[in-house]
């Protein structure tokens, strides 16, 4: 299986500051003959199911706000809240899709 | 809008068969956009993928559950359902549906949307 490690576990970020998530797969997700990352980024608000931000590793979901954005290649990957809102409270995941079974980061929680 | 719900007991013995079921709405199960997926969420576990069907009934299971789950789909209701044997306290977790999201590619990616999850406790 391929392992999912995010990092931290959890972070406290100001209103309006850039939080920063990192997610580290054991091997690569990265399909060099598409030049595509394998990757997905979901939000978990309390009490709400997963909703997906990003996949591809960088490609925002339709309606997510475009302070999200997601980055990097081949094993690490980083979610990106350029300016933290109030309603981005939540604990967000890493999922790869390059191979079964599909798999899910541990979760970083988010807090003002 | 692709919506999902969830339904089933939320109290099952231990041995006993887990089943639940996800009703779509909003749109077609025959769509080749979609598999169809469970996934459960437990403190000791995280987020875990059990398994996902297509409209034709074509499945992908987690091997580490493999032996206990059958996922079967009913288009014609616009349903599909988990069944998941022999269950113990380490099934205990929220279960969801989602629709599991098929481009570019043959196999299918991400989850979305998702149900709201209904919460299985196995205990006597």
């Known amino acids: 299986d391929i392992v999912m490690t995010q990092s931290p576990d959890s972070l406290a970020v100001s209103l309006g500051e850039r939080a920063t998530i990192n997610c580290k797969s054991s091997?690569?997700?990265?399909?060099?003959?598409?030049?595509?990352?394998?990757l997905a980024w979901y939000q978990q608000r309390a009490g709400q199911a997963p909703k997906v931000l990003i996949y591809?590793?960088?490609t925002r979901e339709s309606g997510v706000p475009d302070r999200f954005s997601g980055s990097g290649s081949g094993t690490d990957f980083t979610l990106t809240i350029s300016s933290l809102q109030a309603e981005d409270v939540a604990v967000y995941y890493c999922?790869?899709?390059?191979?079964?079974?599909?798999?899910f980061g541990q979760g970083t929680k988010v807090e003002i | 809008q692709l919506q999902l719900q969830e339904s089933g007991p939320g109290l099952v013995k231990p041995s006993e068969t887990l089943s639940l079921t996800c009703t779509v709405s909003?749109?077609?199960?025959?769509?080749?956009?979609?598999?169809w997926g469970w996934i459960r969420q437990s403190p000791g576990k995280g987020l875990e993928w059990i398994g996902s069907?297509?409209?034709?009934?074509?499945?992908y299971y987690n091997p580490s559950l493999e032996s206990r789950v059958t996922i079967s789909v009913d288009t014609s209701k616009s349903q599909f359902s988990l069944r998941l044997t022999s269950v113990t306290a380490a099934d205990t977790g929220v279960y969801r549906c989602?629709?599991?999201?098929?481009?570019?590619?043959?196999?299918?990616?991400?989850?979305?949307?998702w149900g709201q999850g209904t919460l299985v406790i196995v205990s006597s």
């Open positions: 989602a629709g599991h999201a098929r481009e570019q590619t043959v196999v299918p990616g991400w989850f979305a949307p």
């Open positions: 909003g749109g077609s199960m025959s769509t080749t956009n979609y598999y």
């Open positions: 069907i297509y409209y034709s009934g074509s499945t």
């Open positions: 091997q690569s997700v990265l399909n060099s003959s598409k030049n595509k990352n394998y």
């Open positions: 591809w590793a960088s």
């Open positions: 999922q790869q899709y390059f191979r079964t079974p599909w798999t």
